[in-house]
């Protein structure tokens, strides 16, 4: 069975640009979660979607949102990059909440 | 806002040694994660533990949840340098739909 998968797993943006993350989960799983994980402030939770709706929203700023399509698979978006946007972004589906299954993330770097 | 304690942060011991780490919140928890991640990696399900006063077994890994529910512990028995990693206790409050993490544990068993 096919895990969570998140492209890409690396990327380099300036800042004030702007980047699309993308995560396919587990076949089956419905709920899709993303997560930003930093040295300083450890694993912090994002936003939840399911079935195309967003469920939950972390205390991020607007400029961190997404979207879930019809077969799951999910999307972030983060406009107007700041340098403390770089982070390892991490994406987990779940089928019925008691465990998540994550990605590998996508190592963000902001310069 | 639910807040996970976890102690200790670092951990580095011989091979062969005990070891336990806990999480501790003032909130109740409907269910307590455990996970381990390994260095550009996404975490990895350990154990859910949903009931209070529960002790699950996972071959040399013992999870404890409080009667409470607002803590649990993990311990190890006999490390092996196998179980290097940064181990991370995650909550889900009542019907909420994200995980509220620890700011984890980083384990370093030496041979």
């Known amino acids: 069975k096919a895990g969570v998968t998140q492209t890409p797993r690396y990327l380099i943006k300036t800042r004030g640009q702007q980047v699309t993350l993308s995560c396919s989960p587990i076949s089956g799983h419905r709920s899709v979660s993303w997560y930003q994980q930093t040295p300083g402030q450890g694993l912090q939770f994002l936003f939840e979607?399911?079935?195309?709706?967003?469920?939950n929203k972390g205390n991020f700023p607007g400029r961190f949102s997404g979207r879930q399509f019809s077969n799951s698979r999910s999307e972030m978006n983060v406009s107007t990059l700041e340098l403390g946007d770089s982070a390892l972004y991490l994406c987990?589906?779940?089928?019925?909440?008691?465990?998540?299954?994550f990605g590998s993330g996508t190592r963000l770097t902001v310069v | 806002t639910q807040l996970l304690e976890q102690s200790p942060q670092f951990l580095s011991i011989q091979e062969g040694e005990n070891l336990t780490v806990y999480c501790n919140s003032s909130s109740v928890f409907s269910s307590l994660q455990w996970y381990r991640q390994e260095p550009g990696e996404g975490p990895v399900l350990l154990v859910t533990?949903?009931?209070?006063?529960e002790v699950k077994k996972l071959k040399r890994l013992t999870f404890q949840f409080g009667d409470a529910r607002k803590d649990s512990s993990l311990h190890i028995t006999a490390a092996q340098p196998g179980d290097t990693g940064l181990y991370l206790c995650a909550g889900v409050a009542g019907s909420a739909r994200q995980l509220t993490f620890g700011s984890g544990t980083q384990l370093t068993v030496l041979p």
């Open positions: 533990v949903v009931t209070g006063g």
């Open positions: 987990a589906s779940s089928f019925d909440y008691l465990g998540y299954t």
């Open positions: 979607y399911f079935s195309e709706t967003q469920r």
